[in-house]
């Protein structure tokens, strides 16, 4: 990435609307800016200005505004021009800014410019990009915590309580006066296990944390004729797919989305699985095997008229759906008829608890992303070797090993990012934040 000068980028979405925001951040910002924009001796900080903005060959009346360093979002000078939407005004301006000395701004150079000025921690800079790509309730309600520091507070109660425990026993092993180790080491260890608990409950919340980023992939598999695509429709509560009593019309995999309890879930309705020598429906049972490996949740459903209890290859958690209540009897626990859609508000919310694990905590924090997950691990697995290391009295290996969750804590937060680390996160953000 590049790094200095004055940027400028689109910052609202692009296309063609009502208003279109163009933003600039940098030294030269309100200077680029007086040089196109009729009222800019009366930019006060944060307040919007209507004037008119002179792109050369087009003019158009803009509101523009100003947030001068260091109370702006990246620490720097930043301005913003709301102007017309349409995709040439845009072009215009851009063009005339970057004639006056800005450069195109990189994808997430805003918030790493404003993560390097200290106004937000690694893990906040990435909320802000889950926030934008939220596809449901629960994924903007997690981001938005993690935006405000959740995560940030609870892993920096941990660092800051091994960091000073790392003090310590860097003491005791420059001074190692008689009883000194074997006295630090007992009094470690209980900063060592609390350190561990903090850290498993943050684990622990991966499994619902990653499910309400990116959503529950939910399979329903079956034989012909369970009525699986019956299910989806009543799932949905719309006719998505074509349902006939023909055996084998779901031929491929069909893919809709439902909400519940701000949760996105998706679901796969797949073909019957059976013995064909058919083409097409013998590719349709493969896709419906693969579909049920990669799938959080699958529900095999199991047609109580002509039952047949399918075997399924998953590592997700497999619900038995017994259907067709409206004409047979018997089943298990979750019986339904997705003719009628008894049942089917109990199905959704057995759904919803077998892939939150018992639902969710607003407001607390979460591991939602998969490098933290993977950097908690790690900070956990080298707590377990200082613990071990300190019923043993070898400080020095200890003292090792507390240095290295540190690391891996301070990776969640960035205080030891390497530039690699953040090219990789921040080339993932649109261009304009």
Same mark, same amino acid.
């Given at each position: 990435?590049?790094?200095?000068?004055?940027?400028?980028?689109?910052?609202?979405?692009?296309?063609?609307? =009502?208003?279109?925001?163009?933003?600039?951040?940098?030294?030269?910002?309100?200077?680029?800016?007086?040089?196109?924009?009729?009222?800019?001796?009366?930019?006060?900080? /944060?307040?919007?200005?209507?004037?008119?903005?002179?792109?050369?060959?087009?003019?158009?009346?803009?509101?523009?505004?100003?947030?001068?360093?260091?109370?702006?979002?990246?620490? $720097?000078?930043?301005?913003?021009?709301?102007?017309?939407?349409?995709?040439?005004?845009?072009?215009?301006?851009?063009?005339?800014?970057?004639?006056?000395?800005?450069?195109?701004?990189?994808?997430?150079?805003?918030?790493?410019?404003?993560?390097?000025?200290?106004?937000?921690?690694?893990?906040?800079?990435?909320?802000?990009?889950?926030?934008?790509?939220?596809?449901?309730?629960?994924?903007?309600?997690?981001?938005?915590? /993690?935006?405000?520091?959740?995560?940030?507070?609870?892993?920096?109660?941990?660092?800051?309580?091994?960091?000073?425990?790392?003090?310590?026993?860097?003491?005791?092993?420059?001074?190692?006066?008689?009883?000194?180790? =074997?006295?630090?080491?007992?009094?470690?260890?209980?900063?060592?296990?609390?350190?561990?608990?903090?850290?498993?409950?943050?684990?622990?919340?991966?499994?619902?944390?990653?499910?309400?980023?990116?959503? &529950?992939?939910?399979?329903?598999?079956?034989?012909?004729?369970?009525?699986?695509?019956?299910?989806?429709?009543?799932?949905?509560?719309?006719?998505?797919?074509?349902?006939?009593?023909?055996?084998?019309?779901?031929?491929?995999?069909?893919?809709?989305?439902?909400?519940?309890?701000?949760?996105?879930?998706?679901?796969?309705?797949?073909?019957?699985?059976?013995?064909?020598?058919?083409?097409?429906? =013998?590719?349709?049972?493969?896709?419906?095997? $693969?579909?049920?490996?990669?799938?959080?949740?699958?529900?095999?459903?199991?047609?109580?008229?002509?039952? &047949?209890?399918?075997?399924?290859?998953?590592?997700?958690?497999?619900?038995? &759906?017994?259907?067709?209540?409206?004409?047979?009897?018997?089943?298990?626990?979750?019986?339904?008829?997705?003719?009628?859609?008894?049942?089917?508000?109990?199905?959704?919310?057995?759904?919803?608890?077998?892939?939150?694990?018992?639902?969710?905590?607003?407001?607390?924090?979460?591991?939602?992303?998969?490098?933290?997950?993977?950097?908690?691990?790690?900070?956990?697995?080298?707590?377990?070797?200082?613990?071990?290391?300190?019923?043993?009295?070898?400080?020095?290996?200890?003292?090792?090993?507390?240095?290295?969750?540190?690391?891996?804590?301070?990776?969640?937060?960035?205080?030891?990012?390497?530039?690699?680390?953040?090219?990789?996160?921040?080339?993932?953000?649109?261009?304009?934040?």
């Amino acid at each position: 990435m590049k790094s200095g000068g004055t940027i400028v980028a689109l910052s609202s979405a692009a296309g063609r609307g =009502a208003v279109s925001v163009v933003r600039m951040s940098g030294p030269d910002a309100v200077a680029l800016l007086g040089a196109c924009f009729s009222r800019v001796g009366r930019l006060e900080h /944060g307040r919007m200005v209507l004037g008119t903005f002179d792109a050369g060959r087009v003019r158009d009346r803009v509101f523009a505004v100003a947030f001068y360093a260091p109370d702006s979002y990246t620490g $720097e000078d930043v301005c913003e021009v709301h102007c017309h939407g349409s995709p040439e005004i845009v072009s215009a301006v851009i063009a005339r800014l970057t004639e006056l000395g800005a450069r195109p701004a990189e994808p997430g150079e805003f918030t790493r410019r404003a993560f390097e000025a200290g106004k937000m921690s690694l893990d906040e800079a990435e909320a802000v990009g889950d926030l934008i790509n939220a596809q449901s309730a629960a994924a903007i309600a997690a981001a938005y915590d /993690g935006m405000r520091g959740a995560l940030h507070k609870a892993v920096s109660g941990i660092y800051s309580a091994l960091l000073d425990l790392a003090a310590e026993m860097t003491a005791a092993l420059d001074y190692p006066e008689e009883d000194v180790e =074997a006295r630090t080491a007992a009094e470690a260890l209980p900063t060592v296990r609390r350190a561990r608990k903090d850290l498993k409950d943050l684990i622990d919340s991966y499994g619902a944390g990653e499910k309400i980023r990116g959503g &529950v992939r939910v399979a329903i598999v079956g034989v012909p004729n369970a009525g699986k695509s019956s299910l989806l429709n009543s799932l949905l509560g719309r006719d998505r797919a074509i349902v006939t009593a023909k055996a084998g019309t779901t031929r491929d995999t069909i893919e809709e989305s439902y909400e519940y309890k701000g949760v996105l879930f998706t679901l796969v309705d797949t073909a019957g699985v059976r013995e064909t020598t058919d083409e097409a429906e =013998a590719a349709g049972v493969a896709r419906s095997a $693969e579909a049920a490996k990669t799938a959080h949740i699958v529900l095999r459903v199991i047609d109580l008229s002509a039952p &047949v209890v399918l075997p399924v290859e998953t590592c997700g958690i497999v619900i038995d &759906v017994y259907n067709k209540t409206d004409i047979a009897d018997g089943g298990g626990e979750t019986r339904v008829s997705a003719l009628t859609g008894r049942g089917v508000k109990e199905l959704k919310e057995r759904i919803y608890s077998a892939a939150m694990n018992g639902g969710i905590s607003p407001g607390g924090a979460m591991l939602t992303n998969s490098r933290h997950y993977a950097l908690a691990l790690e900070a956990d697995e080298e707590l377990s070797h200082a613990e071990s290391a300190l019923e043993a009295d070898a400080i020095d290996l200890a003292s090792a090993a507390v240095g290295g969750a540190l690391a891996a804590l301070g990776g969640i937060t960035g205080a030891n990012a390497t530039e690699d680390v953040l090219d990789g996160i921040f080339s993932r953000f649109c261009v304009g934040k």
